[in-house]
């Protein structure tokens, strides 16, 4: 393993680009280190999507990189803690995702719907989440258990819920015995189980549920059918 010196010497050489981003130009010798480690981050993050955890090899990511292992080792001590870094990072993207729903509180049955929605359209755009999370629960969350904030990610969504729930309490279109744990539990559930099973279902169905007008039709599915669970009207 390199020492620090050793290691920030040849930070100094290591090219940015990963492999399968050729159209990204190099940036100039004495970049910030900084840019390295998301390098590698970012290269972490598609081979842990593409292989698993058990399948993803150092030298795989050192490789996509363009790096060197040494350099894994020096900024993130061990495969392991660089999973938990993939996981955390993916988790901070969604939780910025959900801050940008942009929400009206004064139309809770619209802003319902949306938040319904958001689970499946985000991992729709971001498929290799989906293979992150499956990993993590196939290693029955030990590497997230190992994260003492992990938490705090879950918190904000399930407060905005909270809010759009109350706002319709408030204006006698929601029933009063809503769990919104269990509520939200329950809209992960119909984006991620849609997109995590998209090959076997396409199959057993004889259509592609990737088509756009699939999609569309799933998330006005599934925004009926929670709000047919929460209106007081149904």
Request: a neutral charge; charged letters at 30%.
């Amino acid at each position: 393993m390199l020492k620090k010196d050793q290691a920030e010497e040849v930070l100094e050489t290591v090219d940015a680009p990963l492999e399968m981003e050729t159209s990204i130009k190099r940036k100039p010798r004495g970049r910030p280190r900084r840019s390295t480690r998301e390098n590698i981050l970012r290269a972490a993050k598609k081979v842990f999507s593409r292989s698993g955890y058990d399948g993803a090899r150092i030298e795989k990511i050192s490789k996509a990189a363009r790096s060197y292992d040494s350099l894994i080792y020096y900024y993130f001590g061990s495969k392991e803690k660089l999973f938990v870094e993939v996981l955390e990072d993916a988790y901070r993207d969604i939780y910025e995702a959900e801050q940008d729903l942009n929400l009206n509180l004064q139309d809770p049955v619209a802003a319902l719907r949306k938040i319904i929605e958001f689970p499946l359209r985000y991992y729709v755009a971001n498929p290799e989440v989906i293979v992150l999370l499956s990993t993590e629960n196939l290693q029955k969350g030990k590497h997230i258990a190992k994260w003492p904030t992990a938490h705090q990610y879950s918190r904000p969504v399930i407060d905005i819920l909270q809010g759009v729930i109350q706002e319709g309490q408030a204006q006698g279109v929601f029933k009063n015995d809503i769990d919104c744990k269990k509520l939200y539990i329950a809209i992960t559930a119909l984006g991620y189980f849609y997109v995590s099973n998209r090959y076997t279902f396409s199959a057993f169905l004889d259509t592609d549920l990737m088509q756009e007008d699939s999609i569309h039709e799933w998330a006005a599915y599934i925004s009926d059918f929670v709000l047919n669970q929460v209106l007081v009207s149904a």
